[in-house]
Each structure stands twice: as structure tokens, then as C-alpha cells.
């Protein structure tokens, strides 16, 4: 193994602590733990020979010059924000390894063609704006003037947000990568379901990544004494609601027999004025999709706001949708994945070719370049909580699939 397997698993612990220690472990995007830890990262780079810089979208940069900075370059990252209560591993893991093997050529003096860049993407976990992938997007040209004006609970814009973390909102307006200017990225991350572990394998060289569409539905009725007002002229927004949450869950299993992969989940309301004596007058909810064809996903958020609209109608309550954030499918390309999978053999680590049903920055960077994924195992296929893990030995030969996979692409 080239990779240094203790020196990766001392950042991994290190960028760990850097969490609310009321909420292990969180470290949301645009808070000051969050700045903490890219300082902290920052460091990390300089101290491997990398040349450091935030690009107008927020991206922290670590690059490792090759022999020819007029060619293509090549990419690897992640994120290291957290959702909250989140774990240890989920983005940290991609951006860490990539640093490590970028740190590994430093060290044994490999000098790729091309330069290399370690890219921990701002925002893949949605944020207090509202929106996930801010990073990513900014680099493919997907942040909208609207997307800019979002605002968070707290006050101020995500436009405002950007800049206080380096970047350059008024340079947003256009895409920041041209097609071309990366060879190929690839993206290291922990699985985040049971499969490679249940089949007691090392890797999973990832295919295709679903697409994800967000809606805010929201709901408005009346609030009402709930023991004085009768049954029959009740305008509860809250069984509207709930009916359009029972949509959804139906919409998703009805696929579960095809062959497309689709969820859908609504994991966030808000009812008006949440008393236990008050009749429901509002409730604002986020409704999910995730789904490997975009045609199905969009066919299945019409269907449940139909039902939302329906139940709304019938209930005197008034409803309405509007799209929060839409990314692609993406499929992994080919090249790659045969880098990814020659890397496997040359390493002697066992694999296996799957989807991804989680979004990822690698998705956004399809749009670019060549791009695709590494897989390791995390115990009982958990993740987005406290308990998600992935042992040092798993990490290590993730990160050394990562560093073939990377000079293979490199020669070509």
C-alpha cells in the first residue's frame, strides 16, 4: 500500500473534533465550526505541498502542480460539511483521501503530467438557504440570481454567504469551468447502505448517481378551537398535508418492482400553531424525490401535488408548490469506471459495479468532465448520524483504489 493509512485516519479524527459537542457531529456550512475546519484543512494542504485558493463559488483548493499545467487537470473531493448529528466520514472521507494520496505522490516524489487538484466543494449538504451543492453548482454555471437571494433563518442571503467564505457572488452569473479544463474527477465516499458490507467487499465502483428534486408544498387553512368546532366545517391543513405525505410514500413503492430506482420522503414540516388544542392552519413541508431517470421523478412530483391539490380542494384549505432545487441523474463515465475497476485489480481489492442513491458534487461534475465514484463499506450501511463509520482499513484501501485510479487516468 502506498497511501499512509495512520496519517489519513489522524486527520479523519482531527477534523472529527472540530464539532458542537451538544450535536456530534455537526459542522454546518457557513458556521464558524465550518470556517474552523476549512482553516484547519488549509493548513492540512500547505503542509502537503499544495497551492491553496478559494474560487468564486466558496470551493477550498488545494493543487498539486504536474508536469504540464497547460493539459487538463484532474480532480478529486468532497464536502466537509455535515447535516446535523451527522458522522465523521460522509464527504470528510473523500476530501481526506484525496489529500492523502496527493500527499503520497509529494512524498515518493511521483510527479503526474497533469496538475491535481483537492477540492472540498462549499455546501453539498442542503443548507440553512435551502439549498444543497452550492459548490458544485457554482463551478457548472447552476446558481441562479434567485438561487443567490435565497435567505436563511437567521437572516442574509446565500449571495452574502458565499462571500463571507472567500468567494465571489458577482462572478456567478456564468458558469466558473469550461468543458475541457478537467481531464476526469473522482469522488470518494462511503457508501451509505449495507450492500458492500453484506457482500464483504471493498469497493463498489459507482455507475450512476440519481437525481434529486425539492418542493416546498405548503398548506394554509384556518385554525379553530379543537374541541368547539365540529368535525364537518374543520379546515385543517394538517390532514391536507398528510394526505399528500401518504402520496408520496405510495408514488415511491409503487416502482419498487421496475427497474428505476426511486424514494421519496418528506422529512421536514412545519404546522401552524402546533398546540395540541388548535385546529392546524398552515403547514409548510419539503418533499423529496430522488430517482435514477428524470422523466419518472418529475411524472411522480406531479402526481403527488395532485393529490396535495386534491385533498386541499376538499378540505377548504389553499395549496401551493414551488421548486426549490432540480439536480440531474448523472451517469458515471465509462473511462473511469474502467480506471476504478483496473485500480481494484491492481490493489488486489475486491468490488463490485452499483448505483448510487445518494447525490453527490461528482454528479455536477459530469457536466464538466469525465467524472465518477469510489465506494467503500460504512457499518450497517448508515449514515447523516452520529453512529455512521467506516473502519481504518477500509478507508486505507479506498484511498489506494483512489491513488491508482488517479495515475492510470493520468497516462492517458
Not at 455537526?26 to 458556521?31: C, G, H, K, P, V
Not at 462511503?190 to 465502483?205: N, R
Request: net charge negative; with cysteine; hydrophobic share 40%.
Amino acid at each position: 500500500m502506498n497511501v499512509n493509512a495512520e496519517r489519513l485516519w489522524r486527520r479523519l479524527e482531527a477534523l472529527g473534533a472540530l464539532t458542537d459537542p451538544g450535536s456530534p457531529y455537526t459542522r454546518r456550512s457557513f458556521s464558524s465550526l465550518h470556517r474552523q475546519g476549512r482553516q484547519w484543512l488549509r493548513e492540512q494542504f500547505l503542509a502537503a505541498g499544495l497551492a491553496v485558493s478559494v474560487d468564486a463559488g466558496g470551493n477550498l483548493i488545494g493543487r498539486l502542480p504536474g508536469e504540464d499545467s497547460g493539459l487538463p487537470r484532474l480532480g478529486s473531493g468532497s464536502h466537509t460539511d455535515t447535516v446535523p448529528s451527522g458522522g465523521r466520514f460522509d464527504g470528510i472521507a473523500g476530501v481526506l483521501a484525496a489529500l492523502e494520496v496527493a500527499h503520497t505522490y509529494q512524498d515518493q516524489g511521483v510527479r503526474l503530467r497533469r496538475d491535481f487538484d483537492v477540492i472540498d466543494f462549499l455546501a453539498e449538504e442542503p443548507s440553512e438557504y435551502g439549498l444543497s451543492r452550492v459548490g458544485s453548482r457554482a463551478l457548472t454555471g447552476d446558481l441562479s440570481a434567485a438561487m443567490l437571494a435565497y435567505e436563511s433563518p437567521a437572516g442574509g442571503t446565500l449571495a452574502e454567504g458565499i462571500a463571507a467564505v472567500g468567494g465571489d457572488p458577482a462572478a456567478l452569473d456564468r458558469p466558473l469551468l469550461g468543458n475541457g479544463e478537467f481531464a476526469a474527477f473522482v469522488e470518494l465516499h462511503i457508501e451509505q447502505g449495507p450492500v458492500l458490507e453484506k457482500e464483504s467487499l471493498s469497493i463498489g465502483v459507482v455507475t450512476d448517481i440519481v437525481g434529486i428534486t425539492r418542493m416546498d408544498l405548503a398548506f394554509s387553512g384556518q385554525a379553530d378551537h379543537s374541541g368547539t368546532t365540529p368535525m364537518t366545517i374543520r379546515r385543517d391543513a394538517l390532514v391536507a398535508a398528510s394526505r399528500t405525505v401518504a402520496a408520496a410514500d405510495e408514488q415511491a413503492r409503487a416502482w419498487l418492482d421496475r427497474p428505476e430506482y426511486v424514494v421519496a420522503t418528506v422529512g421536514k414540516l412545519d404546522v401552524k400553531p402546533n398546540a395540541s388544542n388548535v385546529v392546524p392552519s398552515g403547514v409548510d413541508m419539503t418533499l423529496e424525490v430522488r430517482c435514477s431517470s428524470d422523466s419518472v421523478a418529475q411524472s411522480i412530483v406531479e402526481q403527488i401535488c395532485e393529490v396535495g391539490k386534491a385533498a386541499s380542494e376538499q378540505l377548504g384549505v389553499a395549496f401551493s408548490s414551488a421548486l426549490v432545487s432540480f439536480s440531474p441523474a448523472a451517469a458515471c463515465d465509462a473511462g473511469v469506471q474502467q480506471a476504478i475497476e483496473a485500480a481494484c485489480r491492481q490493489g488486489g481489492a475486491s468490488y463490485k459495479f452499483m448505483a448510487s442513491g445518494a447525490g453527490h458534487d461528482a454528479a455536477c461534475m459530469s457536466k464538466l468532465c469525465p467524472a465518477g465514484m469510489i465506494f467503500i463499506p460504512c457499518l450497517d450501511g448508515r449514515s447523516h448520524c452520529a453512529e455512521e463509520w467506516a473502519t481504518k482499513e477500509q478507508l486505507a484501501v479506498g484511498a489506494q483504489t483512489l491513488y491508482d485510479a488517479i495515475r492510470l487516468l493520468d497516462r492517458r
